[in-house]
């Protein structure tokens, strides 16, 4: 299965990532990217697992941290929209578009 992740992905994460880093440390900054790594393994194994939020895309909660990954999935490939905080805007990302 082929993951194909929308450019503004570095950002999303990034930006949580410095959240996580200054608050909790770096240890704690390693679990939520590790976490978001486990969960894009599992949406890549069983993507039609996840319900659909809006329209095409699927949505798939982080268990310890609350983000939430939207994704569509077609039978080779995943993309990644938006991974974003649960307080986002529920129109956040919903703009991106593949390419």
């Avoid at 704690?28 to 069983?46: C, N, P, W």
């Amino acid at each position: 299965m082929e993951i194909i992740y929308h450019r503004l992905i570095k950002n999303d994460i990034g930006s949580a990532l410095k959240y996580y880093d200054s608050e909790g440390g770096k240890k704690l900054g390693d679990r939520f990217f590790e976490e978001v790594e486990m969960t894009i393994t599992k949406i890549s194994k069983h993507p039609t697992r996840y319900h659909f939020i809006e329209g095409y895309l699927r949505r798939a909660r982080l268990k310890k941290f609350p983000y939430h990954i939207l994704f569509e999935a077609s039978e080779h490939t995943i993309w990644i929209a938006v991974i974003r905080h649960d307080k986002r805007h529920p129109s956040f990302g919903l703009n991106r578009k593949l390419r």
